[in-house]
């Protein structure tokens, strides 16, 4: 059974006094059917689970490293993200991959560190409009798939978000018929892969979600829940999208 879950990444964005904005989601949490995890800056990591602490929202970090600790700069383990109080962890995140020039195996390295752990990875994939255009999405998100998920990978430790690249922050979003074609893909890939556990691993969209485009997105074959960006940032929008889900 692939459970219901919203996600919400706030980038870089959020100072304390957005921590306001966490304890109305965790109020919030308390009347939703769905998981809801939030994840801010690593700056607010701590604070934000001290607010969440005794309610169902639970905290993520945005990227982790694949040492457990060592001579690594302006890193953050995924121990140490455990230890300041989150449960997730974004691995893979298109901006990670072009910002900080990430590959799939990198980011597979990392999912498997943060899985031991105990951090549950939350694995982004989706191609560029070039590769939709030239027909190449199915292929990508499989490639991306294949190489970006690790070996231990179970529905307990790992979630996956399609996230087409040119969906983020655009406000454009992939008809219902394309978001079902990638996520039965995925779906049939990781249940070939990793057998009735593969199958039961929760699969998001991403990519320009919002209140009111919710519903459609939920009503998709093996859409289980959201990786929400820019609606994320406000508990009044981001709830909104949490009732959609729990309602579906
Ligand atoms: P968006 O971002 O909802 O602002 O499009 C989604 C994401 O990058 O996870």
């Not at 040492?67 to 298109?94: K, N, P, W």
């Not at 990786?227 to 994320?232: C, N």
């Amino acid at each position: 059974m692939r459970k219901k879950l919203l996600v919400g990444n706030w980038k870089m964005n959020g100072l304390s006094s957005s921590l306001g904005e966490i304890k109305a989601m965790a109020d919030a949490a308390e009347r939703l059917t769905c998981g809801l995890v939030v994840v801010p800056p690593f700056t607010l990591i701590e604070r934000a689970s001290v607010v969440c602490c005794s309610s169902k929202l639970s905290v993520g970090g945005q990227d982790c490293h694949p040492q457990r600790s060592g001579a690594f700069t302006g890193d953050t383990s995924a121990e140490m993200l455990l230890d300041a109080g989150a449960r997730y962890v974004i691995l893979g995140h298109s901006e990670r991959r072009s910002d900080h020039r990430e590959t799939d195996n990198l980011v597979s390295t990392k999912a498997a560190a943060a899985t031991q752990s105990g951090l549950v990875a939350i694995i982004c994939v989706g191609e560029t409009q070039e590769e939709r255009d030239a027909g190449r999405t199915i292929e990508i998100v499989e490639r991306q798939l294949a190489a970006s998920v690790p070996a231990v990978a179970t529905a307990a430790n790992t979630v996956i978000a399609y996230e087409p690249v040119w969906a983020i922050g655009t406000g454009r979003v992939p008809t219902v018929a394309q978001i079902g074609e990638v996520h039965l893909a995925m779906y049939e890939a990781l249940k070939q892969r990793f057998g009735g556990s593969g199958g039961s691993i929760s699969l998001l969209y991403g990519g320009s979600v919002k209140p009111d485009n919710a519903a459609s997105i939920f009503a998709v074959d093996y859409v289980d829940g959201a990786l929400v960006g820019g609606a994320s940032l406000k508990a009044s929008d981001f709830v909104a999208i949490a009732e959609v889900l729990s309602a579906h």
